[in-house]
């Protein structure tokens, strides 16, 4: 418009001017339709993710401890929250475990939960519906019963483990590799039929030429799995990689119940039980939501390079 | 571009204040002619419940409102009541653990009861220990409910097929513990079972020995558990739990439970609360006694937790009902009959040497009155020292070094 001599200058200001309005509230108009379309959606999810995060945002700037939660008031502190974890060597003890924690429980689950589904593809009929069935009950376990179960197996006195191990009067809770070994066999035993069973689902789009195709070709099965298989099941492992990768980092049923209240301290800590025993435990809902803010961006920072990956990979295609 | 993404930050704002006056305006609730009472679970045993129901009989008498009797869990009623604090709809009355007292306290979780403290039964023979807990910076805010010592509840009838009697010493004890052993050491027996962890327990020497947890001194924490008294405390306890226990020596004492032990046959004696003896099991409730536990001083009773629960009447709760259900509920008759079932009555007016339970409150310890001392239970610093102290891990004074250390930064902190 610019580019256009405006000739008769005086005139021609207001109708321009009249023009662009009426050009815009139409183009508001327009443009406003797709917002008006997701205003519910958009309720919805401020409603239950918007104004808790706000709340805990705002929170994590705050003296917020027993004193301040009677009173129904914060104090306004800063980044002083911030400062004080981030020098706590705990903090940054707790997050290392915890991200060692979760590469184990994230590549177990994956590993093992793939191959049990590239087994069931191979079984009789009859075998398929016995192991399908044998995993949909575990995963519909709730996670405090499985944790019952689970202690009382491992029970160092009486427990059936140390029964069928002959191992006398183990004791499984005596150190903390050993605690957080039992709680990731008790999370991965949980976590596997969800990956196996997804997996399988994935398993039905490989073609099946494609497969034969390659072992005419000489293929072994490894060779198989690594260009035929895997290629096509790569978006689906991503995603469960990714989720599964969120559930472990924030983990707090299984090692705080499995672990035990009275045996929790600041060298057995995951991420999910250290944010409870400082947050709630304590009263500290300030430093507690601080804590939880950090963990969110780690988290985000940890899940970054999947989300990328599969963004980049749906381009692609 | 720059007008659509103002509309859009247009109505991301519109839905924000939506959210932000929905979310305002929550009024209190109603509670007229009822008063809500948060009690542990331990008052729904059969022998405890009457008690209960005749102080709500009384209370209703005396007032005509009735009283709703919720029972908690010590695990997890302090979040509970955080909960309630925070919305405003806290119980009129609460019971609370002794030490647990002192962080709320020092918050104004509760309201002043100074004023009213004439109208309680026996307020001026109060258990001194037991209500120096529910007082802060020389108010009243918890009444003495009951307190529990721990003594050691035994099988009678080993004891005397090892020929052995009631130890009056430590020494004599651990020699009782080991013939036992020998007589009837079948696969995982103790002769005194104890949890590797349990503290109550453990700094029982500590203080037998002289020692202590922390003490204050010029208006700061000091961890004490590395003094030399407490390290020859700690080291006593290493080794009389090697002599005498077959217990895991990193599990507490609710996992198994004591007495749980006890009724399988697995266990010569327990230590812990008198009313341990409710649950030994049928067949050996007969063959089963007490004594208190021995000091490592002959003829000397060692020092035990004094255990305990007060009364308190929480912020925003209707505190003349409140009160009016403490005091039914304190009354005398009441905490008589908490001592025909086995307690420690709140007052000394009521004492009765021939309890055991009693005697062995004679000499007492409890914890450091401190408004943070309620985060070293939660940080389990004494349960994990008393772990690396018995599996080995640290010596006893690298363990309680680095215990005493870390009590005192939790003790301080603001």
Redesign the interface.
């Known amino acids: 418009m610019t580019s256009f001599p405006a000739e008769p200058s005086i005139t021609a200001e207001p109708g321009v001017s009249r023009a662009r309005r009426r050009l815009?509230w139409a183009?508001?108009g327009r443009?406003?339709v797709p917002?008006l379309l997701i205003?519910p959606v958009?309720?919805a999810v401020?409603?239950i993710l918007?104004?808790p995060l706000?709340n805990l945002v705002t929170l994590s700037f705050q003296r917020y401890?027993?004193?301040e939660?009677?009173?129904?008031s914060g104090h306004w502190i800063g980044t002083s929250n911030y400062g004080s974890i981030l020098h706590d060597s705990v903090f940054w003890h707790t997050l290392l475990r915890t991200v060692i924690f979760t590469i184990a429980n994230v590549g177990l689950t994956m590993v093992l939960g793939t191959a049990m589904a590239l087994l069931l593809v191979q079984v009789s009929a009859w075998l398929r519906v016995a192991l399908t069935v044998g995993l949909v009950l575990v995963w519909s376990v709730p996670a405090v019963v499985a944790v019952q179960i689970w202690y009382w197996m491992t029970n160092?006195?009486n427990g059936v483990l140390n029964y069928v191990l002959g191992a006398g009067?183990h004791?499984w809770?005596?150190t903390t590799f050993s605690q957080l070994s039992i709680v990731t066999a008790l999370i991965v035993w949980a976590a596997i039929p969800f990956v196996t069973i997804t997996v399988y689902a994935g398993l039905a789009q490989v073609p099946a030429e494609l497969v034969d195709a390659a072992s005419i070709d000489g293929a072994g099965s490894v060779r198989i799995f690594r260009d035929v298989t895997f290629p096509i099941l790569k978006p689906i492992l991503l995603i469960l990689t990714s989720l599964s990768i969120i559930w472990d980092f924030g983990v707090f049923t299984q090692p705080y119940l499995l672990i035990?209240?009275?045996?929790?301290?600041?060298?057995n800590y995951l991420m999910g039980v250290y944010v409870y025993?400082k947050g709630?435990?304590?009263?500290d809902f300030g430093r507690g939501a601080a804590i939880s803010i950090l963990m969110l961006l780690i988290v985000a920072i940890l899940s970054v390079f999947y989300v990328r990956k599969m963004v980049r990979m749906e381009a692609v295609e | 571009m720059k007008r659509r993404k103002l509309v859009a930050v247009g109505f991301v704002a519109l839905a924000a204040l939506v959210f932000a006056i929905a979310a305002g305006g929550v009024s209190g609730a109603n509670k007229a002619k009822s008063i809500t009472i948060w009690l542990q679970t331990d008052a729904q045993a059969a022998n405890w419940a009457p008690i209960v129901a005749a102080a709500n009989a009384q209370f209703q008498k005396d007032t005509g409102a009735t009283a709703n009797v919720q029972y908690q869990s010590w695990g997890t009623h302090l979040q509970k009541f955080d909960a309630t604090l925070a919305g405003g709809n806290t119980p009129d009355v609460i019971e609370m653990g002794n030490t647990e007292m002192t962080k709320y306290m020092a918050a104004g979780a509760f309201q002043d009861l100074t004023a009213d403290k004439g109208t309680f039964d026996n307020s001026s023979t109060w258990l001194a220990g037991l209500a120096a807990s529910g007082r802060y910076n020389g108010h009243l805010y918890g009444v003495p409910y009951y307190a529990g010592s721990r003594v050691v509840t035994y099988r009678t009838d080993l004891f005397k097929k090892a020929g052995i009697k009631v130890p009056t010493s430590l020494a004599q004890f651990t020699t009782d513990g080991q013939a036992l052993l020998k007589k009837f050491g079948k696969k995982g027996f103790s002769p005194v079972y104890i949890a590797g962890t349990d503290w109550y327990f453990a700094m029982s020497f500590v203080f037998d020995y002289g020692g202590s947890i922390a003490s204050r001194v010029s208006g700061k924490w000091k961890g004490a558990l590395d003094t030399k008294k407490s390290i020859a405390g700690l080291t006593a306890y290493k080794n009389f739990f090697n002599a005498v226990s077959r217990a895991s020596k990193t599990t507490d004492e609710a996992h198994p439970n004591p007495y749980d032990v006890y009724a399988q046959g697995l266990a010569g004696s327990i230590v812990g609360p008198a009313w341990y003896s409710c649950c030994v099991g049928k067949q050996y409730t007969a063959v089963t006694g007490q004594f208190t536990v021995p000091s490592h001083v002959k003829g000397q009773v060692m020092p035990g937790f004094l255990g305990g629960s007060d009364l308190a009447v929480p912020v925003g709760a209707n505190k003349s009902l409140g009160e009016a259900w403490i005091r039914a509920y304190t009354s005398n008759a009441s905490e008589k009959a908490l001592e025909g079932i086995g307690n420690i009555p709140n007052t000394t007016s009521l004492f009765d040497n021939s309890k055991i339970n009693e005697r062995a409150a004679a000499r007492s310890w409890f914890v450091p009155t401190a408004k943070n001392w309620v985060n070293v239970e939660n940080e389990n610093i004494l349960r994990n020292m008393l772990a690396e102290i018995l599996t080995n891990k640290l010596t006893v004074k690298q363990a309680a070094q680095a215990a005493s250390d870390n009590i005192a930064s939790i003790l301080n902190a603001s």
């Open positions: 815009t183009r508001v443009a406003s917002y205003l958009l309720a401020g409603t918007g104004y706000y401890g027993l004193f939660l009677i009173q129904h160092f006195q009067e004791d809770y005596a035990g209240k009275e045996h929790l301290n600041s060298s025993i709630y435990a304590e009263a």
